[in-house]
């Protein structure tokens, strides 16, 4: 969390102006978004808005058509293909999926350690060391040696979660990582989250989890139809939304 940032800080997001179309559809429209480092960002709003987009955006999965896009220093140009900067994004960013992306046919361990030996060129000691401690602050040091599908939903979701940190990330972008869980499983992953926010990562969250919102986002930001409607301090936020957008919205959710 931000309390011992100086608002000085470099941003490590700057989001000015960003268009972004899939064909004929305008999805996000002007976005303008700024993320210092150690900031917790929650993202709402309904289906279909642009939230997905928008952190595709971030660490180059999707395109954009107009706008500017710098992460960690690194700038993302609109219909940027395999530039330089996209490809440092990735390896800088982390990003946990609804449905966890696991590789099935590698065991907990080698989803673990393909990217670090991979990109980062360490070599399997080292890799498997990491692994095995990142697995321990998930929780599931003892199923190292399992395949994906011999874990459950919420297991899985947790090796994604250490998967991606042990890129060491300075980013994290989490989109609706609990959304496809059984409800029992939910508040493990949200505890791994919770525990990485108290940490200090940067973390850019989609969920419609608003209980977890209000307790771990610095700020949240409510989208409706591809433009930042309202964003604020949670409490502010879901206490006293002052666009009507966000009043119908949270009428429907909370
Ligand atoms: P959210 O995550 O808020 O539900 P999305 O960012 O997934 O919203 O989608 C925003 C809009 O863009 C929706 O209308 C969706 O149908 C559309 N969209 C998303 N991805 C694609 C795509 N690859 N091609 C065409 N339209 C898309
Ligand atoms: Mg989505």
């Not at 064909?23 to 997905?52: F, M, Q, R, T």
């Not at 946990?96 to 000691?125: C, E, Y």
């Not at 395949?147 to 300075?170: D, F, I, N, T």
């Amino acid at each position: 969390m931000t309390d011992t940032v100086s608002p000085t800080t470099p941003s490590i997001v700057r989001m000015q102006k960003l268009n972004k179309h899939f064909g004929s559809l305008h999805v996000l429209n002007d976005i303008d978004l700024e993320i210092i480092p150690g900031e917790v960002v929650v993202i709402i709003g309904a289906s279909g808005s642009g939230k997905s987009t928008l952190i595709r955006c971030i660490n180059g999965l999707e395109e954009f058509q107009s706008g500017m896009l710098e992460v960690d220093g690194n700038t993302l140009t609109p219909n940027g293909k395999s530039s330089k900067a996209l490809q440092t994004i990735r390896t800088e960013v982390g990003m946990v999926f609804q449905q966890f992306n696991l590789f099935p046919h590698l065991s907990v361990i080698d989803n673990i350690t393909l990217a670090p030996m991979k990109v980062r060129g360490w070599n399997r000691d080292d890799a498997v060391a990491t692994a095995k401690r990142l697995l321990d602050r998930v929780g599931i040091a003892d199923q190292a040696d399992k395949y994906p599908s011999q874990l459950s939903g919420g297991q899985q979701q947790r090796v994604a979660l250490a998967r991606a940190l042990a890129m060491e990330p300075r980013l994290m972008l989490f989109d609706e990582p609990t959304s496809a869980l059984d409800p029992e499983m939910i508040g493990e992953v949200l505890d791994a989250m919770r525990e990485l926010a108290k940490e200090g990562m940067t973390m850019v969250i989609v969920t419609h989890e608003m209980g977890f919102a209000r307790e771990v986002a610095d700020r949240v930001i409510f989208i409706h139809k591809g433009v930042i409607a309202e964003q604020g301090a949670p409490q502010q936020l879901f206490d006293s939304p002052q666009n009507e957008r966000t009043q119908s919205f949270l009428a429907r959710v909370l």
